[in-house]
């Protein structure tokens, strides 16, 4: 495990606890529709994978009972398809008291610890100098210079650890670019949003799909819990004779994206920023084509990405919301998410009036 810590304004640091370079498989958007109760107890939340067939071929990711991550040497993973769908993988449903974890610092802050899979690249991921940064990290770290009396810890674990450690109070902030479900928001406070997002069918050139029902038929690799997963799992519950096979597995986003262009896979959906930021890294060659409305509302309930805590956090969400306010009116949003995506993602100011849950 390395300890980065990063010079924060005026007498704050932020601490980022780097437990591997992660190759999780965590779409863009967060966790899934199916969800089922889990022991806030285990502090670990296990993805069911039963249709998948996951390859060790340059090292895996597991997740520990603490919620952190382990990676291999290389820190990539790969999946191979098996052609079936399997049960996503539930969050937690209990809330665990998670305001006695927030230690004092050294400065005597309050320490808070936030969480990310670190593989949704241009939200959070690993940079050259070993540091996590992003979109979402950026932003938060900015958040916490205007947080007197709190610091920020950052951890990294695997994605189904994350809502298993702010059920049990191991965490207290989960950043991993994540939607409004109404069924998350049943179990996690969400804070005001930092970004908006849009969503692309991405294929090979000549293949485009533009809609699920174009997809019928057709096959997708996904991380079990993820928002998009939660989406294609609702369309075929309501259309049983247009099916969408998923195979679900923890291999990372650029992984997913190579298994489409060498023909493994049909197509892959992901953020628009997403797949600039891929096609710009790997040069694939592939192609995206934008979601409609209609399939985009049975992803996520609105376009906007928010920080998830426990939802005894009242406190600390207020002063996170307002710290991210203030970064909405005075452009600081604006700068960073046009430095990471290429352009403004800055939600509107009546985003601001009340949060969502």
Not at 69 to 92: I, L, V
Not at 133 to 138: A, M, Y
Not at 222 to 250: F, R
Not at 280 to 285: H, L, P, V
């Amino acid at each position: 495990m390395k300890n980065i810590m990063i010079g924060k304004a005026a007498k704050k640091a932020a601490a980022f606890t780097l437990t591997g370079v992660l190759a999780i498989g965590a779409s863009a958007c967060g966790a899934s529709s199916a969800e089922s109760t889990a022991s806030a107890a285990s502090g670990t939340t296990s993805a069911a994978a039963s249709g998948t067939t996951s390859a060790a071929a340059s090292g895996t990711t597991s997740a520990a009972a603490s919620g952190t991550t382990s990676a291999a040497a290389s820190g990539t993973t790969s999946a191979a398809a098996s052609g079936t769908t399997s049960a996503a993988a539930s969050e937690p449903t209990s809330a665990a008291a998670s305001a006695d974890t927030a230690a004092a610092s050294s400065d005597g802050d309050i320490e808070i610890t936030a969480v990310t899979s670190g593989d949704t690249r241009p939200y959070v991921y690993v940079g050259d100098d070993n540091e996590l940064t992003g979109v979402d990290i950026e932003i938060l770290k900015e958040a916490f210079d205007r947080m007197d009396g709190y610091s920020l810890n950052l951890q990294v674990a695997s994605f189904d650890a994350i809502f298993a450690g702010l059920t049990a109070g191991q965490y207290q902030i989960g950043v991993n670019n994540f939607s409004y479900r109404e069924e998350r928001a049943q179990n996690y406070l969400y804070s005001y949003p930092y970004n908006k997002i849009s969503y692309v069918f991405v294929t090979t050139d000549g293949n485009e799909i533009s809609s699920f029902s174009e997809a019928a038929g057709k096959k997708v690799e996904l991380a079990s819990g993820v928002s998009i997963a939660g989406g294609i799992e609702q369309w075929n519950e309501e259309n049983p004779d247009q099916q969408i096979t998923i195979d679900y597995t923890e291999a990372d986003t650029a992984t997913k994206l190579q298994h489409v262009a060498d023909g493994a896979y049909d197509f892959q959906i992901i953020d628009a920023a997403m797949y600039d930021a891929y096609e710009k890294e790997y040069n694939f060659g592939l192609v995206a084509t934008p979601l409609d409305d209609a399939d985009t509302a049975l992803i996520a309930s609105n376009v906007y990405a928010y920080y998830l805590l426990p939802l005894d956090q009242t406190e600390l969400r207020g002063k996170l919301d307002a710290a991210i306010k203030s970064l909405q009116e005075d452009g600081t949003i604006r700068e960073i998410t046009q430095k990471f995506e290429g352009y403004d993602g800055t939600p509107e100011d009546d985003q601001y009036e009340s949060t969502v849950n």
